[in-house]
Structures are given as C-alpha cells and as structure tokens.
C-alpha cells in the first residue's frame, strides 16, 4: 500500500514574511493529520522562513527546481547542497512552466533529478501532455518519452525515493480537472513504463501524483483512483483551508 503525497507547489508567490504566515495556517489545518506525506514548495527565497515556520512539524519542505552541478558559473541557479542545507527535502523537476517558458527538456530534467537524487533529495519528476497533444493522440507517447528520457539512469533505491506527478498541462490553473478516469488511465500507462524500467516491486511502490487544477471538491475522487497516489497542488495550495481539505480527501 503506497502513503499518499500531496504536495503544495507555490509557484512564484509568497515573500518570506507572507510564508511564514501560510505556514501557520497550515500547521493548525493540518494539526492531526499523519495518514498522509505533506510538503510545501515554496520560492527559493520563502525555503528558510519556511523552515524555520515548520520546526518540529511533519510537513516536508521542497524547492521548485534544483540545478544538476553542486557549484559553479551558472548564473541564477540553485544547487542542490544549498537546499539540502536548509532542510529541504523534495525538489520539483520539470514542471511544465519550467519545460514552457525557460527551455526545460527531458534531458535536463534528467540531470536535475538525478543530481537531486545523488544530494539525498527526493525529486518529483513532472510529466505530462499539452492540449494539441492530447486532441492528436498522443497522449501516450508524450508521457513515454518524458518518462524514460527523463527517469534515464536511474538505478537501485533511486527508485524508491522517486516522486512522479502527472500534470496535463491544459489542466495547470485552467480550473479544468482530468476526469478520474483520464488521470487513472494516465497514471495506469506511467505505472506500466516503470515496470518496465524499474521491475514491478518498484514500479509498486513508486507514488504517482495527479497535478492540475486539483481543488477540494474533486480530489477525493481523483485520490480514489488506484494508481493516484497523492497529489501537486498549485492554486489552491495558497490557500490553508483548500490544501487541508484536498489531503484530508486522501486520509
Ligand atoms: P494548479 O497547478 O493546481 O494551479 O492547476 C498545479 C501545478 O502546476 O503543479
């Protein structure tokens, strides 16, 4: 039985002041809950006053990218030792923004998640379709390529510490869900390609986030779904009651 995820993705808001106000927030919405893995990934400049607001919580903190060299001339990157140094434990890899707007591919995703796997950091690797490729068909070779392209190299216990969100990106702050069904079918497909590339103990074992547009009102359905283990969450992550409420839908 796979622990579910749900997992807050913060994009570019909160200053450090305002995130140390959201986490409060969250810290009493959540007070009790343990059933499920919770963490927060907000902006780079937010991490410290993140980790400071969640001493002695259970919330995990994460980043929203983390370069593949330890150090170096590469302006305007983070590197993975300065985030393990302030706590962080998760570092998101490949969000559609990233691979739309700031020349991500799978190639390079593939350096940041092993990079972040290598620092002891767990990467939540973000997969997923646009709209014109799921009007052609091709959904499934879209997810294809970005899952061994960008899980290649991987080995060992790798695996088991490995994230996956699936992310239709016509989904993303559309307010429009996958329907249970199109993110299970989804979900079903990655699993299948992670036995093939992992073996099917860890295939099994690895959890599959379902990420856009995902609100209180329908995550319990989409986190019924058996290969949906969890969630990433965006707009409504900003929000204390809404994101308590979507994990409470996967308690
Ligand atoms: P959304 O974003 O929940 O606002 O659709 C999800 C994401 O981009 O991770």
Sequence with gaps: MRRKIVAGNWKMNKTPAEATVLVAALREALDGLSSVDVAICPPFTALPAAAEALRGSAIGLGAQNVHWEAAGAFTGEIAAPMLVELGVRYAIVGHSERRQFFGETDATVNRRARAALGAGLIPIVCVGETIQEREADQTRAVLERQVRAGLEGLSGDDW???VIAYEPVWAIGTGRTASDAQAQDAHA?????LRS????DAAGRIRIQYGGSMKPGNAAGLLAQPDIDGGLIGGASLAADDFAAIVRGGA
Excluded: Q
């Design 160 to 162: 088991d510490r490995l």
């Design 189 to 193: 497909f990655i699993r299948g390609l």
């Design 197 to 200: 590339l992992a073996g099917p």
